[in-house]
């Protein structure tokens, strides 16, 4: 089992520190990092044990077919990642290709 990013899905990660720290949902922008990497661990981790739900046609900008797993990471913000599952070489693949949070997406779900 592996679970990959696309390119896109690894950039927003990379600038979400930069913007949690800039909007003052940390303080420190050390702590909105290790927040953010706890996050992709988290993620990448639990993914192929989380509930899954077929993704609502909004979301069909970021890939067809997809799915939808829930990870809270605090009792304000959820995340949702949206994926897709596939085999290669007889390996589960789960391709991440969105993820949001209830502040941004959750009127679409």
């Known amino acids: 089992m592996k679970v990959i990013a696309i390119p896109k899905v690894r950039i927003y990660l990379q ?3 930069q913007t949690l720290y800039e909007k003052e949902y940390f303080g420190f922008e050390e702590t909105a990092r290790i927040y953010v ?3 992709f661990n ?3 981790t639990n993914l192929p044990t989380r509930l899954k739900r077929p993704a609502p046609p909004y979301f069909d ?3 067809k077919n997809m799915y939808y797993a ?3 990471k605090n009792k304000r ?3 949702y990642v949206f994926f897709r599952m596939y085999k290669k070489n007889g390996e589960d693949i789960y391709q991440i290709c969105y993820i949001g949070n209830n ?3 959750a ?3």
């Open 15 to 17: 600038d979400l520190a």
């Open 37 to 39: 990497i706890e996050l």
């Open 42 to 44: 988290d993620i990448t």
């Open 61 to 63: 900008r970021y890939g």
């Open 70 to 72: 829930v990870f809270v």
């Open 77 to 79: 913000t959820q995340w």
């Open 103 to 105: 502040h941004v997406i």
């Open 107 to 109: 009127q679409y779900l």
